[in-house]
């Protein structure tokens, strides 16, 4: 799993059994290998911009998923595991545009593009790969995301629990599993910003940089309100879920928009990340709210956001309902999460049906995956 927030491929060793709600997962490795800056320029040249040179983005579909797949080698390597032992790789590909229809008024209907192309990847290490799982999500009527869903309620929805599974990586998003545990009563959503607007200035303001680790600058910094208010007022957050959205929104330009209209561009740094620290929290725990209203709820939280001290903190005031709980109370690190549930979409895909959340949910009841043979 490579996201938004650019800053590696994760790669999970799974053990699966079972399908659909008798899917067990037994997650044995873990590694997040850090893209170096060759690599993570190169694929900010293209990344969520109108605008680009294509040949650059023709040449990277091949050069990803090449990579992607030496990167899957020097893992087995390093846990001492044959490739001949795997039976398949679930690859996300990275995502270079997503492009839901309501933010684009003229487009005849959802698209999202990840690129690092299957064929490669099994080329490279000679294990058969799903990839390119988005597409089938966009075909059945969908936007491509978030696809947390799937597997969070195969492997973590429980009769008489209800829970919250955030995951505040580039872009917030959580799951909803009722107490009922029945899939039509089921969502998925996206929040808006939890780690992109923080991670986009970092880059901009400090070369070299690319994320405010452990918040150390945000924490020194106060929120403005006039900011944050510029920025809470784009009608996405205002809109019915389920919704999805990206950088291709939440970028420096809406900042930089968001301060000229709330006369703060003179702000300092620390003001400036804390204010957007702050905002991702403000905007995810009014996302939750307004589905959990006053009822108790667990959430357990996954994402690089997890790591983010002053995020947190914010969300624990602003959710004083909710208990909060580490990803790894479940079973799976929280890093890990994204990886481990790509693996239990193509156990679905070739071992499993089709879940039916039922019309209200608007999740397409489809297996996704394309499949690349080794051969």
Same mark, same amino acid.
């Given at each position: 799993m490579s996201g938004t927030s650019l800053d590696g491929l994760d790669v999970a060793l799974c053990r699966i059994s079972g399908n659909g709600v008798h899917t067990k997962v037994e997650p044995e490795k873990f590694y997040t290998w850090p893209y170096n800056t060759k690599f993570k320029n190169s694929i900010l040249e293209v990344f969520a911009k109108p605008q680009i040179d294509f040949q650059k983005l023709t040449e990277l579909n091949a050069v990803i998923g090449r990579t992607h797949g030496q990167l899957v080698l020097k893992s087995l390597k390093k846990w001492k595991v044959k490739p001949q032992q795997v039976d398949v790789i679930a690859s996300h590909g990275q995502t270079v545009f997503h492009a839901p229809k309501f933010l684009y008024p003229q487009a005849k209907q959802n698209a999202t593009l990840q690129i690092g192309d299957g064929d490669h990847l099994a080329v490279e290490t000679r294990i058969i790969t799903l990839s390119d799982f988005r597409q089938k999500h966009v075909a059945a009527g969908g936007e491509g995301a978030p696809l947390a869903?799937?597997?969070?309620?195969?492997?973590?929805?429980?009769k008489g629990a209800n829970r919250i599974l955030l995951n505040a990586g580039g872009i917030g998003n959580f799951t909803y599993l009722p107490a009922s545990a029945k899939a039509n009563e089921v969502f998925v959503t996206?929040?808006?910003?939890?780690?992109?607007?923080?991670?986009? /200035? $970092?880059?901009?303001? @400090?070369?070299?940089?690319?994320?405010?680790?452990? =918040? %150390?600058?945000? !924490?020194?910094?106060?929120?403005?309100?006039?900011?944050?208010?510029?920025?809470?007022?784009?009608?996405?957050?205002?809109?019915?879920?389920?919704? /999805? $959205?990206?950088?291709? @929104?939440?970028?420096?330009?809406?900042?930089?928009? =968001? %301060?000229?209209? !709330?006369?703060?561009?003179?702000?300092?740094?620390?003001?400036?990340?804390?204010?957007?620290?702050?905002?991702?929290?403000?905007?995810?725990?009014?996302? $939750?709210?307004?589905?959990?209203?006053?009822?108790?709820?667990?959430?357990?939280?996954?994402?690089?956001?997890?790591?983010?001290?002053?995020?947190?903190?914010?969300l624990k005031v602003l959710l004083p309902n909710i208990t909060f709980h580490k990803m790894e109370a479940l079973g799976i690190t929280g890093d890990a999460k994204e990886a481990v549930l790509f693996a239990v979409l193509a156990n679905e895909a070739l071992a499993g049906g089709k879940t039916d959340f039922g019309k209200r949910s608007k999740i397409p009841s489809v297996s996704m995956g394309k499949v690349s043979f080794a051969r």
């Open positions: 869903v799937y597997g969070d309620y195969l492997l973590f929805s429980k996206d929040t808006g910003p939890a780690n992109t607007l923080i991670d986009q /200035t $970092i880059r901009h303001f @400090l070369p070299g940089q690319s994320f405010d680790k452990d =918040a %150390q600058l945000a !924490s020194t910094g106060k929120p403005d309100l006039a900011l944050l208010t510029a920025l809470k007022s784009h009608p996405f957050f205002k809109q019915k879920f389920p919704k /999805t $959205i990206g950088p291709e @929104l939440f970028n420096l330009e809406y900042v930089q928009a =968001a %301060q000229q209209k !709330s006369n703060t561009t003179g702000i300092s740094l620390p003001d400036l990340l804390a204010t957007l620290t702050y905002f991702s929290s403000v905007t995810i725990a009014e996302a $939750i709210q307004r589905v959990t209203g006053k009822n108790k709820f667990d959430l357990y939280v996954s994402g690089g956001g997890a790591h983010n001290p002053l995020l947190m903190q914010g």
